[in-house]
Nanobody, 126 residues
Framework: QVQLVESGGGSVQAGGSLRLSCAVSGYRYRSYCVGWFRQTPGKEREGVAAIGGDDSTFYIGSVRGRFSVSRDTAKYIVYLEMNNLQPEDTAMYFC????????????????????WGQGTQVTVSS
């Protein structure tokens, strides 16, 4: 059974940076998709970035140029580097795993993700 553990959240001031990590366990192959989502109270979960099984990446417009997703294939860790953080980036961030997505042209629908992490809080103050 695939399990995900996020880490790296915290509190920063606007303009600051954080790097989130998503550690994947329970999967024997090195090609898989990880999506990063965020959610604030009362709002729907929003996909912000994803990396496909072929290492293709996609970012939503509001984070493009500020966020970067990458993976350490050997360690089964996917990172979300977040720079120039803004108060509107404040949210609980989740990573999600899919073994059904290879090349991505958009954030895959949540129905394609098999497993989710518990989330890590990111708070950006102005």
């Amino acid at each position: 059974q695939v399990q995900l553990v996020e880490s790296g959240g915290g509190s920063v001031q606007a303009g600051g940076s954080l790097r989130l990590s998503c550690a994947v366990s329970g999967y024997r192959y090195r090609s898989y998709c990880v999506g990063w989502f965020r959610q604030t109270p009362g709002k729907e979960r929003e996909g912000v970035a994803a990396i496909g099984g072929d290492d293709s990446t996609f970012y939503i417009g509001s984070v493009r140029g500020r966020f970067s997703v990458s993976r350490d294939t050997a360690k089964y860790i996917v990172y979300l580097e977040m720079n120039n953080l803004q108060p509107e980036d404040t949210a609980m961030y989740f990573c999600a795993f899919s073994d059904r997505v290879n090349n991505i042209l958009n954030i895959p629908p949540t129905s394609l993700f098999n497993a989710w992490g518990q989330g890590t809080q990111v708070t950006v103050s102005s």
